[in-house]
């Protein structure tokens, strides 16, 4: 994952922070305070466009320095021409959301953005910005090209030039701040070779990867006699990325070793039974009784050697005896009796169930690379059947450094089918062959929004739903498809403490996120073919990566690697969960680094996440409080230091950020049933959270 979202070794490096208006000293050459790098496609630069900096709205603009024509919104190739056709006479009219032609000067001073024509609302979470008055004289105001996206509009049967009707793509609730631009800058890259989404492929792609986690199932439950430990798919598959140098942006395909550390772990852990937390007396004789039983019947069906099946054998029938002759036991004595239990035999059942657990891991490896080749040749196939040819020679580069922008994919798109899509309630349900992902409308309009920042290939959103209903299942498919499952894996923090971390410390960029859970609009996530039409890339940045020690620990390693070679301000602001017990070499490593500046830790059931369902959940069910406690790390180079110091007036601002509850923002009259509802959200995030830290019980 780590590869994918950010490049070359030699592009990693380069990556440091900038803000545009500081000092020009020991600055990257290219970013400049007025004059922005050109960071747009190539026939833009050709036709005249440039980006730049307009200091009185503090937000970049496009200007055209052959007709002199300003645009708040990216160029779209094809609009009309004012040198060639000054007066406008072969270009279409531009409509107004309220249907009407753009005549009058006053028109231009409309606003540009739907984010800014939100509804002040009760319940909104972010109150939307208002346009800044100014003088148009002393710096003319850019107009905002016409409103794309008329083909998604047409599929809600709306007709664009309804204003009322056209609120459909206006969100009501705002969670994120897509107006806040990058201070990250990063060398410029090439255009990714990773092909393109299609329907037809995620389909096919989606449907394999329910048969794996079938597969997964039956082999458990078959070997050894137990239901796949929570998570522990989703975790394989995140743990898999971190080495995976296979061509599936899902499935890995090409990894060493090839038996998972993350998935034996947590199998072990639950062998012979898994081990429950303990509420009650009854309860803990119980599940003392079940695994003595569970390692007697492990220890005599494997091939163990003779001490080990002397020592289980000894040890769970003196247990039997013991449960038999003392009635009076406490809770307390069944546990110790139980920790006793495991110590003694642990070793041995660990020791003979190795083999078998290793087996499993190894098949849904080679399941999963038999797979990979499958999509791979269907992909191939549709784009044959299109004279798209899947190798494409590499552009030159220029060796400069820009503001970080979209990924951009180097093998063109081919044509994509047509998808469905119709309203319940507030909720936009996108259809293909049968196969139905959600999202709520909110939801929908940021990804609109996001969309329309970020694509340079579908002026027109012909391509825009089925894109949409690509990047929906493959996230689907990749956190599963149970309750609540895969919900802490994509946790959000919430926005007051996204606010004040842009506030205190310039924090623009999300290094761990998703075009669904995002608060900024520049942000690294896991997928760059689904993700790049949405703003993903790959400072001063946040991260709060999922709860994978494989991946936190190889997030560790590429942050001090881009410490240690910038002399630019860079700052790391990293939110994870503090496990002690064992702690993670993450953990450890991070409050071991030269760079530490200060660590924080948030205490749990104090604070709260963004829930990782956000787009499909109730309002009551978006926030949820940590089950653990939470620590902050701010890792910074001598410059970053310097320009974002914790002090302990930032932190105290910070804490402070977390007093304001989301729930509050909740509607004060939900019912008994929905908190109770929440309450169980919370435990089922415990057990999925905890379920890879549980020590290995054997």
């Known amino acids: ?169 206006r969100p009501t609730e705002v969670y994120w701040d897509l107006d806040i631009q990058t201070n990250a800058v990063i060398k410029q890259r090439a255009p990714s070779e990773v092909l393109s989404p299609h329907p037809e492929v995620e389909l096919l792609r989606s449907q394999l990867i329910l048969k794996l986690r079938q597969h997964y199932r039956e082999l458990c439950q078959q070997r050894e006699g137990i239901d796949p430990p929570r998570e522990s798919f989703n975790r394989w598959m995140l743990e898999r990325k971190v080495v995976d140098k296979g061509t599936d942006p899902l499935l890995p395909s090409d990894c060493e070793p090839v038996v998972s550390p993350s998935m034996f772990r947590e199998i072990m852990n639950d062998i012979p039974i898994r081990l429950s937390r303990i509420k009650f007396r009854e309860e803990a004789k119980r599940l003392l009784f079940k695994y003595a039983e569970a390692a007697k019947r492990l220890i005599e069906s494997r091939s163990a050697s003779p001490d080990s099946r002397k020592v289980v054998k000894w040890n769970v029938e003196d247990t039997f005896s013991w449960l038999r002759r003392d009635h009076s036991a406490s809770k307390e004595d069944y546990m110790d009796r139980l920790e006793h239990l495991r110590k003694q035999c642990g070793p041995h059942v660990s020791a003979a169930a190795k083999d078998s657990v290793e087996g499993i891991c190894s098949k849904i490896y080679y399941i999963s690379l038999e797979y990979v080749k499958r999509i791979r040749e269907k992909h191939l196939a549709i784009l044959k059947e299109n004279n798209i040819s899947a190798e494409v020679e590499a552009p030159e580069v220029q060796d400069r450094l820009v ?17 469905e899509m119709h309203m319940e309630n507030n909720v936009a349900c996108v259809r293909y062959k049968g196969e139905m992902v959600k999202v709520s409308r909110n939801y929908f309009s940021k990804l609109w929004l996001l969309y ?40 959000a923090l919430p926005v007051h403490v996204f606010e004040a971390l842009h506030k205190l410390f310039g924090v623009s960029f999300e290094c761990f996120a998703s075009p669904l859970n995002c608060y900024f609009k520049q942000y690294c996530s896991a997928f760059l073919d689904t993700d790049g039409y949405f703003g993903s890339r790959g400072g001063s940045f946040e991260a709060n990566p999922p709860f994978c020690e494989e991946l936190m620990d190889a997030m560790v390693s590429h942050f001090e690697k881009l410490l240690e070679s910038s002399s630019e301000p860079l700052s790391f602001i990293v939110f994870i969960p503090e496990w002690r017990d064992p702690p993670t070499p993450a953990l450890t490593r991070m409050e071991q680094s030269k760079f530490k500046r200060h660590q924080l830790i948030l205490t749990a059931f104090d604070h709260e996440y963004r829930s990782g369902s956000q787009h499909v959940c109730k309002k009551e069910e978006m926030y949820y409080k940590a089950v653990h406690n939470t620590a902050v790390l701010f890792l910074q180079n001598s410059a970053g230091f310097a320009k974002w110091e914790p002090t302990p007036e930032r932190l105290q601002e910070l804490v402070a950020a977390y007093k304001h509850s989301g729930r509050t923002l909740s509607s004060s009259s939900s019912s008994s049933s929905s908190s109770t509802s929440s309450t169980d959200k919370e435990r089922e995030l415990g057990r999925e959270q905890s379920s890879s830290r549980e020590t290995n019980a054997n």
């Open 1 to 169: 994952m780590a590869n994918e979202n950010h490049g070359s070794p030699a592009e990693e490096a380069s990556l440091m922070s900038h803000s545009p208006g500081t000092s020009n000293q020991n600055q990257p050459s290219s970013p400049k305070p007025m004059r922005l790098v050109q960071d747009l496609p190539d026939e833009l630069v050709q036709a005249g466009w440039e980006k730049c900096w307009s200091k009185r709205e503090n937000r970049p603009y496009y200007f055209n320095r052959f007709t002199n024509q300003s645009l708040w919104e990216m160029p779209v190739l094809g609009q009309h021409d004012v040198i060639s056709d000054p007066l406008g006479l072969n270009a279409a009219p531009m409509p107004l959301e309220s249907g009407m032609v753009e005549t009058s000067v006053e028109s231009k001073q409309r606003k540009r953005r739907f984010s800014e024509e939100v509804p002040p609302s009760g319940n909104s979470v972010k109150k939307p910005k208002s346009d800044i008055p100014g003088n148009p004289a002393a710096q003319p105001v850019p107009s905002s090209p016409s409103i794309p996206g008329s083909s998604v509009l047409k599929a809600w049967c709306v007709s664009p030039e309804d204003k009322q009707q056209a609120a459909l793509l």
């Open 403 to 419: 503001y970080c922008y979209p990924v951009r994919l180097a093998i063109p798109s081919p044509p994509l089918p047509s998808v």
């Open 452 to 491: 329309r920042y970020s694509c340079i290939d579908d002026s027109g959103f012909e391509k825009f739903l089925p894109r949409v209903w690509c990047l929906l299942r493959r996230y689907q498919m990749m956190f599963g498809v149970g309750l609540y499952e895969g919900t802490g894996l994509q946790g």
